[in-house]
DNA sequence: CACGCCTCCTGTGCGC
DNA sequence: TGCGCACAGGAGGCGT
């Protein structure tokens, strides 16, 4: 999925976008298990800001009164994207008088393009925001991870665990290296799921980690890490999810920025999909394997237990 | 509690 | 060309 450079980038687009723009509609995926809720309280509300936590972004919402009390939690899961699209001119086949209530979700059955379907339209929406600027906030996501629920702002706590948890920014000043090293060192689970946690650190997925541990030439499944590895890597973090954002971020599937462009970090991984390949340090074959349930990649004489 | 495994989904790319 | 399978950037839940 997106990490948190991805998601970053995602803020930046969205967020001048989406600024004080009042929600006047929202339709969302009927799906059974969907992973969206209480979407009906962003109605009438306006949206404040986009933030951003680890890889969640965070739009508090300004009731009529003015105070901020709900809050609308955006995830992207493996495959979520935003795309902001003009609002349909109201379809002169439109059966009058009905339909009104619950606008018919751009979802169709994803295959059928068939009779006059644009094929550009968008495929895959699980949810859509009418905005009073006569645009739709689109939210794609075809494996349906993402997730999107309006709770009390902040109160996080039973209803998104990850998130009530999360750990410090690796870009600010909470990401003390002290505590990094002291975390890291009192747990025995491979280094590699401690970064994926969230809990040591925020925002860190799959790709980052394979190319933080490359920078700082630690194994990915080793369990003890001590003080100079742990700064070492606390640095090597830091290092990548800075260039990854100044990059937007990593397309390597199916990650998209709201304008529907790639991130322009993929040319500079070191570890994550270079399997096979020659370690851009040593030369060495760059070696696969599986950690914590995920793919791994990783320079078999630069990154030793 | 910490850890590790399984699951939730759909699409794609590969090998046969 | 077609089919089946493995795999995909995340997180939650459960068993040990």
């Not at 509300?45 to 951003?52: A, I, N, Q």
């Not at 600027?133 to 939210?139: A, I, K, N, T």
């Not at 060192?185 to 790709?207: C, E, F, M, Y």
């Amino acid at each position: 999925m997106p990490e948190l450079p991805e998601v970053e980038s995602v803020r930046r687009q969205l967020a001048p976008e989406l600024r004080g723009r009042r929600v006047v509609s929202v339709w969302w995926d009927p799906y059974p298990r969907t992973r969206l809720s209480d979407l009906h309280l962003l109605e009438g509300r306006r949206l404040e800001d986009v933030h951003r936590r680890g890889k969640y972004l965070l739009c508090p919402l300004s009731p009529p009164d003015g105070r901020t009390d709900l809050e609308l939690v955006l995830h992207l899961g493996m495959t979520g994207s935003f795309r902001l699209v003009p609002l349909p001119a109201p379809d002169a086949h439109e059966e009058p008088g009905s339909g009104a209530d619950d606008e018919p979700g751009p979802d169709r059955a994803d295959e059928d393009a068939a009779d006059g379907a644009d094929p550009d339209a968008p495929t895959h929406v699980r949810a859509s925001l009418v905005l009073d600027d006569d645009r739709v906030l689109l939210f794609r996501d075809p494996r349906r991870f993402g997730r999107m629920s309006v709770v009390p702002a902040g109160e996080y706590r039973g209803r998104i665990p990850t998130l009530a948890q999360l750990g410090p920014e690796p870009l600010s000043d909470a990401f003390e290296v002290g505590r990094f090293a002291a975390a890291l060192a009192a747990t025995s689970a491979p280094v590699k799921a401690k970064l994926l946690d969230q809990r040591l650190v925020a925002g860190v997925g799959n790709i980052y980690a394979d190319e933080a541990l490359w920078r700082a030439r630690i194994h990915p499944a080793s369990r003890r890490v001590g003080r100079r590895r742990a700064a070492a890597l606390h640095r090597a973090i830091r290092e990548v999810l800075t260039a990854a954002i100044e990059r937007e971020g990593t397309t390597f599937r199916d990650y998209q920025m709201v304008n529907g462009q790639s991130g322009r970090y993929v040319d500079l991984l070191d570890a994550y999909g270079q399997g096979d390949l020659p370690c851009r340090r040593c030369g060495t074959a760059m070696r696969r394997t599986v950690i914590a349930q995920r793919g791994t990649t990783y320079c078999p004489l630069c990154q030793r237990p």
